[in-house]
């Protein structure tokens, strides 16, 4: 049995913080994006040139399919004499940077005018919600729907669980199994699906995740017994990235008064196999 858990090591763990503006009322602020070429080095020097003129507070950089990469993020002026024309003028001296967008604060904010949104895999559009309104979706569905609504959230779970599957398989190849789910729970969890942790009770057959604060019951009511949306997405995952048919129970949930949330995915036969021992036992 192998227990995985997925934390951080020098640092405490913590959410990242994410608005898509930043508020400076007493200090000019921009908003920068620079299109480098993709290779080695090139964001280095990059961001060799900013400390005596920018105070970067935020950003963030990402490859682009056609061989360049897009670095962007909030800064606080250095020197009250910085403009935007200013701060593409040095962007530019670098023959690494293709292309520079910067715009200054207005009345102490600027925002990202830059991006429309996010991807969490190509051509895969995603949103930011926050998870007190997710868990009363979930809540509000159930109330209306009763069981059925604990059913739709399982069933569209296991959708969302198929396609991420997919996704995964061609990224990650078809590697050890739980060396890849340990991967796709690190992915969600970076994503603010719960602080996950993973006990491997049987490589390749049998997994136990943990979800220390499960977003689905984060802010719930007493409509509803079990994650249903989150339950039905991990076995679906696991069947995918697996190639294999596996079964999905929620021995744990702090709907139900536990203090975390607990799920059991194993192989069908396993399953299979476990109530036939437990039969000839009862006998």
Not at 155 to 165: F, H, N, P, Q
């Amino acid at each position: 049995m192998f227990n995985w858990g997925i934390s951080g090591s020098l640092v405490n763990v913590i959410r990242r913080p994410y608005s898509g503006f930043y508020f400076s009322p007493d200090v000019k602020a921009y908003h920068m994006v620079v299109k480098i070429k993709d290779v080695p080095g090139s964001l280095s020097i990059v961001l060799s040139m900013l400390p005596d003129v920018i105070d970067l507070v935020d950003c963030v950089s990402y490859s682009l399919e056609d061989g360049t990469a897009i670095w962007s993020g909030f800064g606080r002026s250095l020197s009250p004499k910085e403009t935007e024309e200013s701060l593409k003028s040095l962007m530019m001296r670098s023959p690494l940077v293709l292309d520079c967008q910067v715009k200054e604060s207005v009345n102490g904010v600027v925002i990202d005018s830059f991006h429309k949104g996010l991807e969490v895999a190509p051509n895969r559009p995603a949103m930011v919600l926050p998870v007190a309104g997710f868990s009363r979706i979930c809540d509000h569905l159930a109330r209306i729907l009763g069981t059925g609504g604990e059913t739709v959230l399982f069933e569209e779970g296991s959708a969302l669980g198929k396609l991420t599957g997919r996704f995964l398989n061609e990224k990650l190849g078809k590697g050890k199994l739980d060396m890849r789910f340990m991967a796709a729970l690190g992915m969600y969890r970076a994503s603010g699906w719960g602080s996950l942790s993973i006990e491997v009770e049987r490589p390749g057959s049998k997994f136990r995740v943990t979800a220390a604060d499960c977003p689905e019951c984060a802010d719930a009511g007493r409509d509803r017994t079990e994650c249903g949306f989150i339950r039905g997405h991990l076995v679906s995952l696991i069947s995918m990235l697996a190639s294999e048919e596996f079964k999905s129970e929620e021995p744990r949930c702090r709907l139900r008064g536990d203090k975390t949330c607990e799920f059991v995915l194993a192989r069908q036969e396993d399953k299979m196999a476990g109530r036939r021992t437990g039969a000839r036992a009862g006998r």
